[in-house]
């Protein structure tokens, strides 16, 4: 090497390069190691080895069932093997991996899988999953909840996909159904779910999200026709309403708004649309359940944004002169 600057130019003595000619079968150097991953998420095996070029990987697996069968990994034929979406099922299966070239092959040590099972968690615990923007901290493994539900039609507006709220002692959630048809598939008002998903977030809602297709991911109903949770009441405080942190804690929960106005500035209720419900007398409620204890001190004239839902049979009917009651549960968007 010759390396020149303003004052001059040396160089590097001579180094002398030889290319052995000698075959060099397959020689592993970094070993594939022992994965620990939880359920729905992904799983990486890797090898590291040398040889004469070119090289072929094959990986293969050994299942917990049957220790005396190997079974090929199909369309895994490189360095790396990525397993996704694993299933507890995977538990205790040993992936290893064949080297060869065109002087010999030869077998890697075998790596243990681990799928830890799926969580059954409260809604609270779920809810507790996130970051400081609400906004969740783990989106790859499932987990499992049960509640009541709490909304009577299919939330959104997808033809392919539905949604609902749920309640449990803990807090509330929306469950998103990616791929399940509404007609068929919607559970009743009242009825006792157990849903396995993954946690997600729509504009700051936190979702936990199912997937029809997903052997993972279900809603199974256990019971129906139960008696719906005793609403909570709506805060009209600005100490409440003003904390975001307070509010989310009781997104997706059911409430009630006793003694309210409408805006009658429009007739009717229009279809996915904001309109503002104002409360009519001052008192003071305290909420408390094993999340949060509140109390609302309401005074006359604060309101709050009711979000009528293009699925429900409110839109278009008209509204009343006088003071209602509203129930419903709590979004965000």
């Known amino acids: 090497c010759v390396v020149a600057n ?9 180094a002398v390069l030889h290319v052995d000619s000698t075959p060099i079968p397959p020689v592993i150097t970094d070993q594939p190691v022992d994965v620990t991953t939880n359920a729905g998420a992904m799983a990486t095996f890797s ?7 070119p090289l072929s990987y094959q990986w293969k697996y050994v299942p917990i069932t049957n220790g005396l069968v190997t079974n090929i990994v199909a369309g895994a034929t490189g360095t790396n093997l990525t397993l996704a979406n694993v299933s507890p099922s995977l538990t ?17 040590a075998k790596a243990l899988l681990t799928v830890n099972p799926i969580p059954v968690l409260t809604i609270a615990q779920l809810r507790a999953k996130v970051d400081g923007s609400f906004a969740p901290t783990d989106t790859n493994s499932i987990f499992t909840t ?29 469950v998103f159904w990616t791929g399940a048809n509404p007609t068929t598939n919607l559970p009743p008002a009242g009825a006792m779910v157990t849903v396995s998903g993954q ?3 729509f504009h700051g809602l936190l979702e936990i999200g199912p997937v029809f297709t997903n052997s993972l991911d279900t809603v199974t109903i ?14 009209f405080d600005p100490n409440v309403t003003g904390s975001l942190a307070t509010m989310k804690a009781m997104e997706g929960m059911y409430f009630v708004a006793s003694n309210v106005m409408l805006n009658l500035s429009t007739p009717n209720f229009v279809s996915g649309a904001n309109d503002t419900i104002t409360n009519n007398i001052k008192h003071v409620k305290t909420f408390s359940n094993s999340t949060l204890t509140v109390s609302f001190t309401n005074d006359v004239g604060q309101s709050f944004s009711l979000f009528i839902g293009a699925g429900t049979d409110i839109p278009n009917k008209p509204k009343s002169t006088s003071p209602v009651t509203i129930y419903g549960v709590l979004g965000y968007f």
Not at 158 to 172: H, I, K, N, V
């Open 199 to 201: 946690l997600s977030a």
């Open 222 to 235: 256990i019971s129906t026709n139960n008696p719906l949770p005793a609403p909570q009441p709506l805060p």
């Open 92 to 108: 205790s299966n040993l992936y290893f991996v064949t080297i060869t070239n065109q002087f010999g092959s030869t077998n890697s």
């Open 47 to 53: 090898v590291l080895a040398g040889g004469s070029q």
């Open 6 to 14: 303003n004052a001059g130019t040396n160089q590097t003595r001579f």
């Open 146 to 174: 049960s509640g009541e539900v709490t909304t009577w039609t299919n939330m959104t507006s997808s033809t392919t996909s539905l949604e609902f709220y749920m309640q449990d002692a803990t807090g509330g959630i929306v």
